[in-house]
């Protein structure tokens, strides 16, 4: 079945430092790829999404390619702030008509000033 | 607009209680989701609506009962929960059930339960 494979949190990093949150998947077909981020005590937002090979999502800063070569979807920022300070899932939806989002573990990041 | 309510924020309740989350959009959705969410987990999905009916039950007990009275509201009904059912229960909606993969979900902010 389908399945998505993030690294292993908590990710800690200094303001304006660069951030890579890994990102693979497995799944038959064509998914659609997702990163999602969820602030303390809040739901989950969409960040940025690409629905073929070699789409970029890119919002707020964030950006993320879909490789189909490496079935990765790896999330990065070049310059993080506080306020980045969440937990990130990445997910994917079967293109055939699936209503499932498969969601990743979850990796918590924590920017300090 | 473009939100999915949810209430209440937060539930305590006890095990022999009947109570009952909503969750409301107004953005014409016509798929709607209940997912559970244990802490410091990802969410898993327990039921799907589209178009009014239940399309997916992922095998939920039956102290979980959904249920959807029109394309604009969704209600899980709570009865007899355990203490290991406390969890965040989030809903969820896209324009219909396939365009999840072309648009990804939005969320509501959730329900936090507590069974005491």
């Known amino acids: 079945g389908n399945s998505v494979t993030q690294m292993e949190g908590p990710v800690t990093l200094s303001e304006e430092a660069f951030l890579t949150i890994n990102c693979t998947y497995t799944?038959?077909?064509?998914?659609?790829l997702f990163w999602y981020v969820q602030y303390p005590g809040e739901g989950l937002q969409l960040l940025l999404k690409?629905?073929?090979?070699?789409d970029k999502g890119s919002n707020k800063g964030f950006e993320a390619t879909y490789r189909k070569e490496t079935t990765s979807f790896h999330l990065e920022k070049g310059s993080v702030q506080v306020s980045d300070s969440a937990v990130y899932f990445c997910?994917?939806?079967?293109?055939?008509?699936?209503?499932?989002?498969?969601f990743g573990k979850g990796t918590k990041l924590t920017v300090n000033p | 607009d473009t939100e999915v309510t949810q209430t209440p924020k937060h539930l305590v309740m006890g095990m022999t209680n009947k109570k009952s989350l909503k969750c409301e959009q107004h953005?014409?959705?016509?798929?709607m989701y209940w997912y559970k969410q244990k802490a410091k987990k990802p969410p898993e999905l327990m039921f799907v609506?589209?178009?009014?009916?239940?399309?997916i039950n992922e095998s939920v007990p039956s102290r979980f009962s959904p249920e959807c009275p029109n394309s604009s509201l969704l209600n899980l009904h709570l009865h007899a929960l355990q203490p290991e059912d406390s969890a965040l229960y989030l809903c969820?909606?896209?324009?219909?059930?396939?365009?999840?993969?072309?648009?990804?979900?939005?969320f509501g902010s959730g329900t936090r339960l507590t069974v005491v």
């Open positions: 969820a909606s896209t324009p219909e059930g396939s365009s999840a993969s072309n648009y990804g979900y939005t």
């Open positions: 799944a038959t077909g064509y998914p659609s």
């Open positions: 690409a629905t073929k090979a070699d």
């Open positions: 997910a994917l939806s079967d293109q055939g008509g699936s209503e499932k989002l498969v």
């Open positions: 953005m014409g959705h016509r798929a």
């Open positions: 609506y589209s178009y009014e009916k239940l399309s």
